[in-house]
């Protein structure tokens, strides 16, 4: 052939690069954009941290929920998993392991024994003491040491989207505790 194409790039925004073999130039590039919207749950107390993580998942097309604190998720004050069948209230979640109030494991443990659907889960530390990084583990979730690259975590979000069912449905928990609060 005298063309070559490549798709380069990950998440909402992929460039699609048709090249001619012979010159090795361009002869046609155009976005694509993906039709799949991820959800992320960011608990972080460190404002700085969590704006930057709020940035990295914009830039990959993500609807972002931040919150510096687990007591003011929502998903921390509800009794139950509110997402039925299909549902999931996020398709990421990651935490910073501490913070005041609660632990980021903790929210991890009670968001597990609520049912909570969502299968992607990581945290995030600068210091792993032996117990808690075992914990974490035995509730499946991926852990990062402070300071990381987001390479790293770019590459694990990679692996976590290509294992998202496009067809899955995410709960409007959002939108059900503002108009709960009014």
């Known amino acids: 052939p005298s063309t070559f194409c490549a798709v380069l790039g990950s998440g909402l925004n992929n460039l699609l690069l048709i090249v001619n073999y012979a010159s090795l130039t361009p002869m046609l590039w155009c976005t694509m954009e993906s039709t799949v919207t991820y959800r992320v749950l960011l608990l972080e107390d460190n404002a700085s941290i969590l704006k930057l993580l709020t940035e990295l998942f914009q830039d990959r097309g993500y609807e972002v929920l931040g919150f510096s604190s687990p007591v003011i998720c929502p998903l921390q004050m509800t009794p139950e998993c509110r997402c039925v069948a299909n549902q999931r209230c996020t398709d990421i979640i990651i935490s910073d392991l501490q913070m005041p109030a609660m632990t980021g494991l903790t929210f991890i443990e009670n968001q597990r024994k609520k049912n909570c659907k ?13 117990e808690d990084l075992a914990l974490a583990h035995h509730l499946k979730c991926k852990t990062f040491t402070k300071p990381f690259f987001f390479q790293e975590l770019n ?14 449905e995410l709960c409007n928990w959002v939108q059900e505790k503002a108009s709960l609060s009014k």
């Open 118 to 130: 969502c299968q992607h889960v990581a945290l995030i530390s600068a210091h792993w003491a032996d």
């Open 155 to 168: 590459t694990w979000l990679d692996e976590v989207e290509a294992t998202i069912e496009p067809t899955r």
